[in-house]
Nanobody, 120 residues
């Protein structure tokens, strides 16, 4: 059974920081590209950041470059998103994503999401 469990969301003031975690089970974590996406009310889900299997490369949305950092620990099957200098426009539900293959076909798994609210 595949599980991606996010944690670390909450309410933070503008300029503050949060660290999201996503613990994965039931997947070949070290062979999966991991990512964080977010969805604000009334908007489509958008990419925030992705990281390759061995952490050699990370990709960020322009809106979070320089403020957010994605990382992973393959020994703990966990991916992180360090979010600094948070802005009200970062308010959204943040979802963890695992992208891998299943019998050669691409497959995506999603967590249940964690709410991040940036407000004074």
């Amino acid at each position: 059974q595949v599980q991606l469990v996010e944690s670390g969301g909450g309410l933070v003031q503008p300029g503050g920081s949060l660290r999201l975690s996503c613990a994965a089970s039931g997947i070949a974590f070290s062979f999966s590209v991991m990512g964080w996406y977010r969805q604000a009310p009334g908007k489509q889900r958008e990419l925030v950041a992705t990281i390759t299997t061995s952490s050699t490369s990370a990709n960020y949305a322009d809106s979070v470059k320089g403020r957010f950092t994605i990382s992973r620990d393959n020994g703990k099957n966990t991916v992180y998103l360090q979010m600094n200098s948070l802005k009200p426009e970062d308010t959204a539900v943040y979802y963890c994503n695992a992208h891998g293959t299943d019998w050669g076909s691409p497959i995506d798994y999603w967590g249940q999401g964690t709410q991040v609210t940036v407000s004074s």
